[in-house]
């Protein structure tokens, strides 16, 4: 089973950045896609971004595009979510979850319903 863990939220003004990791435990990483997802209370989660295994293809959200930057380390386990121009829309608490079809690079990759496992959330927090 995979873990992945989290990391990089806090709280920022509007127009600040951060930058979220994602660690996963196994040997077979650099085999799998990664996504982002979100959810803000009373929202349901939400696509962010995605990459494919080899981090050829990226996809992303319209609402994040040119502002957020997905990238992975697969010499680290790890996955990043650059995100740049935050908003208070922004707000929310940010998953990355795991696809574990070998060497998939979507398109669908924008679905919750292609991953298989998921982090416990990093909460991002933007004031106005």
């Known amino acids: 089973q995979v873990q992945l863990v989290e990391s990089g939220g806090g709280l920022v003004q509007a127009g600040g950045s951060l930058r979220l990791s994602c660690a996963a435990s196994?040997?077979?990483?650099?085999?799998?896609?990664m996504g982002w997802f979100r959810q803000a209370p009373g929202k349901e989660r939400e696509f962010v971004a995605a990459?494919?295994?080899?981090?050829?293809?990226?996809y992303y959200a319209d609402s994040v595009k040119g502002r957020f930057t997905i990238s992975r380390n697969n010499g680290k386990n790890t996955v990043y979510l650059q995100m740049n121009s935050l908003k208070p829309e922004d707000t929310a608490v940010y998953y990355c979850?795991?696809?574990?079809?070998?060497?998939?690079?979507?398109?669908?990759?924008?679905?919750?319903?292609?991953?298989?496992?998921w982090g416990q959330g990093t909460q991002v927090t933007v004031s106005s």
């Open positions: 990459i494919s295994w080899s981090g050829g293809s990226t």
């Open positions: 979850a795991i696809n574990q079809k070998t060497y998939y690079s979507g398109p669908d990759l924008n679905s919750f319903d292609v991953y298989d496992y």
């Open positions: 196994g040997r077979t990483f650099s085999r799998y896609a």
